[in-house]
C-alpha cells in the first residue's frame, strides 16, 4: 500500500472531443475513476462469476481473507532500512515452509551486507578516534606544544598546535571532553551511539553481495532513487497530509474491496453445500469498517462445521468520502471505536455458534511488531471483551463482559486489559468450556481506582517493606534456593511467600486464574497458613504468555504502578533527530485509550514469575529482537516475559 501511495497511477483530468471542427479537451462530466479500481470493482461486482468459480471447491477445508484498505495506520517515511529489505507478508493459513525460499535468503544475506557495512563505517570511525586521542593523550602526559592528529579527509597524521591547558580546546578536539584512551580500550564502545545488532547475523553473511545490491531487495536498484524514498526532506508522500491523487486512490481501493467483500460472502452463501466440510476460516487482516459486511447470520449458517476461526481487524484511523461535487474528504476517526464492532460480531454472531471451538481474536497495527517509530509499541487498542474500552478503567459500575460458552481454545493478540476485567472474563469461561488460553502480546493496565488522579507516586504506591527470607520446601524447590535478592537494596532476600505485591500485577492474574501451582499451596505446603486452598474444579488446563507486560493509558489518572522507576534508556542523538524530522509527517489522534507498552518489569515481580511459574523475560529469537533497535526502541521483549503454566497431576490449589 505505500509503494502505491507513494506513486499512484497517472489520471488524466480532462477528457478527449473529436468534433468536426478539430479536437478539444474538456474537464469529466462525473468522477473519473482509476482505470485498474475501477476495472477490479467492475470484476468484483460479478457475484455470479465467483459464485460459478466456488461452486467448484468442493475439497477447500480452509477459508482465508487478508485485506487492507489502507484507511487504518500509515507508516509513511517511518520505516527502518531492515524494514526495507526483509520485506515479509503476513500468513493467512501460517508458514508452509519451515526454511526460507530463494528470495527470503537473498533479503537476509543483503541485510547482513547493510550490517556489515555498518561495523565496518564504525569501526573505521572508532580507529580514528583512538588515534585522535592517542596522540593527544600521549603528548598531554609529555608536555608538548604540538600534537599529532589523525587528518579526516587524507587519513594521515599532521601536526597541529595543542595548548598545555587542558581546558583550553582546539579547533578539532577538547582535551577536557575527551574520554581516555585506557577507558575507551576497555569500555570497546565509541563515543557515538553503540551499534546495536545481532552478532550471528555477521557469521554467515554472504560476500558476494555488495552495499548496492542489497538496495535491489528493497526496491530500489537506482541508488540515487533509493536516497530520494528515504529523503525526509522530500518524502513520497505525508500521512497527515495526502494529495488528491493518494485520497481518490484510497476511496477508490476501499470501493472495490467493499464490493468483493459482499461478492465473496454472497458466493459462499450461494454454495452452502460446497462449504459443508470448511473447518477454518483465517481473517489475517480486515478493516474495521468492513467488519458490518460479515454480518449476516446466513452467512455463518453456511459453515456448520467451522472448528477455527482466527478474526484479526486493522483500527480505521480516518474515514473518506466522496461529495457531490466530486471532493474527496478525509475525516479523522479514534482508533479505538473498532473495538465496538468487534465485540458487536463476536457477541451477536459468533459467540452463539457452537461449532466454533478455537477462537483466535486481535489487532494489527500498533504494538511490539508494527514496524516504524511512531507505531512499534504503541496505538495498541483494549481486548474486544467489553463494548467500549472505557468500561475496562470505570469501576463506577459493572462491565457486560463478553460470553463465549462454546469456546475450548481461546488466544487474545495484542492488545490491553485491566487487571480485575481479564480475571473477571476468563473466571467465567474457565467453569464453561474453556481449556486453553493464550495471551500473546498482551498488556495489564494500572489498577483502575476512584480518587487517584495525579497521586504523587511515593503516595500512591508506598514501597513494600521486605520480610526474612525462610528456607522453603516442597513442590519441587529447593531449600535455600528460592530467597530472591532485591536490586538495589541492603536489606537481606525476599521471600515471596510472605510478600503482599501489588494489586493487579501480573502475579495477582496468574495466581488467580492458573490451573495449576499456586502462591496460596506453596505457603500451605511450608505452614505459613492455615486455610487450605480449594482444588480446581473447572476445565482449563494451560495457559500460555507470549511476550506479556504492562501498558500506559493516554488518560490522565495514576498510572504510577506500572511506570519505570527512572528512564531505562537515552535516545540515541542521530535516531533523535529522525524522530523529530519524522513528527509533523506523521499521523495524530488524540484517542486516549490507546496504549503504549512500558518496557519495565520489576526486578522482584519478575524473578517470582521465574521461580514460582517459570517464566522467561524478553524475547527467544535473537534476530527477532534486534528489530526494535532498528526503530530506536529498546531490545525487544525488554519488560516483557513468556511461558505457561499448566493443570498439575493433584487438580491444580
Known amino acids: 500500500m505505500k509503494e502505491t501511495l507513494s506513486t499512484p497511477p497517472e489520471k488524466g483530468t480532462q477528457e478527449v472531443y473529436d468534433t468536426f471542427w478539430g479536437t478539444y479537451e474538456w474537464p469529466f462530466k462525473f468522477y473519473h475513476r482509476y482505470a485498474l479500481c475501477a476495472g477490479l470493482e467492475f470484476t468484483a461486482d460479478e457475484t455470479r462469476s465467483m459464485t460459478t468459480a466456488f461452486s467448484e471447491l468442493s475439497r477447500v477445508k480452509e477459508l482465508g481473507l487478508s485485506m487492507d484498505n489502507g484507511l487504518g495506520w500509515l507508516c509513511g517515511p517511518d520505516v527502518s532500512e531492515r524494514t526495507k529489505i526483509l520485506k515479509t507478508k503476513p500468513y493467512v493459513f501460517g508458514r508452509s515452509r519451515s526454511i526460507p525460499d530463494v528470495k527470503e535468503k537473498e533479503q537476509q544475506d543483503a541485510w547482513r551486507q547493510v550490517l556489515k557495512k555498518r561495523k565496518d563505517d564504525q569501526r573505521k570511525e572508532r580507529t580514528k578516534k583512538e588515534l585522535e586521542m592517542r596522540a593527544i593523550?600521549?603528548?598531554?602526559?609529555?608536555?608538548?606544544?604540538?600534537?599529532?592528529?589523525?587528518?579526516?579527509?587524507?587519513?594521515?597524521?599532521t601536526a597541529t598546535a595543542v595548548p598545555t591547558n587542558p581546558a583550553v580546546t582546539t579547533g578539532?578536539?577538547?582535551?577536557?571532553?575527551?574520554?581516555?584512551?585506557?577507558?575507551?580500550?576497555?569500555?570497546?564502545?565509541?563515543?557515538?551511539?553503540?551499534?546495536?545488532?545481532?552478532p550471528e547475523e555477521y557469521s554467515s553473511s554472504d560476500d558476494s553481495l555488495t552495499h548496492e545490491s542489497a538496495l535491489m531487495y528493497a526496491g530500489h536498484e537506482d541508488k540515487s532513487k533509493w536516497e530520494q524514498f528515504n529523503s525526509l526532506s522530500n518524502p513520497a508522500f505525508i500521512p497527515n497530509n495526502l494529495t488528491e491523487a493518494q485520497k481518490e486512490w484510497l476511496l477508490e481501493t476501499e470501493w472495490a474491496q467493499r464490493a468483493f467483500l459482499a461478492s465473496y460472502t454472497l458466493a459462499i452463501i450461494d454454495n452452502r453445500q460446497i462449504f459443508q466440510a470448511v473447518h477454518s476460516l483465517n481473517i489475517a487482516r480486515l478493516s474495521s469498517r468492513h467488519i458490518s459486511v460479515l454480518e449476516r447470520k446466513d452467512f455463518w449458517a453456511t459453515l456448520p462445521n467451522l472448528n477455527t476461526l482466527s478474526l484479526f481487524v486493522i483500527p480505521d484511523w480516518r474515514e473518506i468520502s466522496k461529495h457531490g461535487t466530486s471532493f474527496i474528504s478525509t475525516v479523522p476517526i479514534e482508533p479505538s471505536s473498532a473495538v465496538s464492532r468487534v465485540h458487536g460480531i463476536l457477541e451477536q454472531y459468533i459467540s452463539p455458534l457452537a461449532s466454533v471451538k478455537t477462537l483466535r481474536i486481535g489487532w494489527v497495527g500498533g504494538g511490539e511488531s508494527a514496524?516504524?517509530?511512531?507505531?512499534?509499541?504503541?496505538?495498541?487498542?483494549?481486548?474486544?471483551?467489553?463494548?467500549?474500552?472505557?468500561?475496562?478503567?470505570?469501576?463506577?459500575?459493572?462491565?457486560?463482559?463478553?460470553?463465549?460458552?462454546?469456546?475450548?481454545?481461546?488466544?487474545?493478540?495484542?492488545?490491553?486489559?485491566?487487571?480485575?476485567?481479564?480475571?473477571?472474563?476468563?473466571r467465567n469461561l474457565k467453569y464453561k468450556g474453556l481449556r486453553t488460553l493464550k495471551l500473546d502480546s498482551v498488556s495489564l493496565t494500572a489498577l483502575p481506582r476512584l480518587g487517584l488522579v495525579n497521586v504523587p507516586q511515593e503516595a500512591a504506591n508506598p514501597p513494600p517493606q521486605p520480610g526474612p527470607g525462610v528456607p522453603v520446601v516442597g513442590n519441587n524447590f529447593i531449600a535455600g534456593a528460592w530467597n530472591i535478592p532485591v536490586e538495589g537494596a541492603d536489606h537481606p532476600p525476599v521471600d515471596p511467600l510472605k510478600e503482599q505485591f501489588r494489586a493487579g500485577s501480573w502475579i495477582e492474574v496468574i495466581e488467580a486464574l492458573t490451573p495449576g501451582i499456586t502462591l496460596a499451596r506453596l505457603k500451605w505446603d511450608n505452614g505459613l497458613t492455615t486455610r487450605l486452598p480449594r482444588r480446581n474444579n473447572y476445565n482449563l488446563q494451560l495457559i500460555e504468555l507470549s511476550s506479556c507486560g504492562y501498558v500506559r493509558i493516554g488518560l490522565q489518572w495514576n498510572q504510577a504502578s506500572v511506570d519505570p522507576p527512572h528512564h531505562t534508556r537515552l535516545p540515541a542523538s542521530a535516531m533523535s533527530k529522525r524522530r523529530t524530522d519524522l513528527a509533523p509527517l506523521m499521523m495524530t489522534t488524540n484517542d486516549s485509550m490507546l496504549g503504549t507498552i512500558v518496557d519495565y518489569i520489576r526486578p522482584l515481580e519478575m524473578k517470582t514469575l521465574r521461580v514460582i511459574w517459570g517464566m522467561q523475560s524478553g524475547w527467544a529469537e535473537d534476530r527477532k529482537k534486534y528489530e526494535p533497535c532498528e526503530d530506536g526502541w529498546p531490545v525487544g521483549g525488554t519488560g516483557r516475559f513468556t511461558g505457561s503454566v499448566q493443570r498439575d497431576s493433584g487438580g491444580g490449589a
Open 137 to 157: 593523550y600521549r603528548n598531554m602526559r609529555a608536555g608538548f606544544n604540538s600534537s599529532p592528529l589523525i587528518s579526516p579527509a587524507t587519513n594521515t597524521v
Open 172 to 198: 578539532a578536539t577538547s582535551a577536557s571532553s575527551m574520554t581516555p584512551l585506557m577507558d575507551l580500550a576497555s569500555s570497546g564502545e565509541s563515543s557515538d551511539d553503540v551499534l546495536m545488532v545481532d
Open 371 to 426: 514496524p516504524g517509530y511512531f507505531a512499534r509499541n504503541r496505538h495498541i487498542l483494549s481486548a474486544p471483551i467489553v463494548p467500549l474500552s472505557f468500561d475496562l478503567l470505570d469501576v463506577s459500575k459493572p462491565f457486560p463482559l463478553l460470553a463465549l460458552p462454546h469456546v475450548e481454545n481461546l488466544t487474545l493478540s495484542n492488545c490491553w486489559v485491566s487487571p480485575r476485567a481479564l480475571i473477571a472474563f476468563v
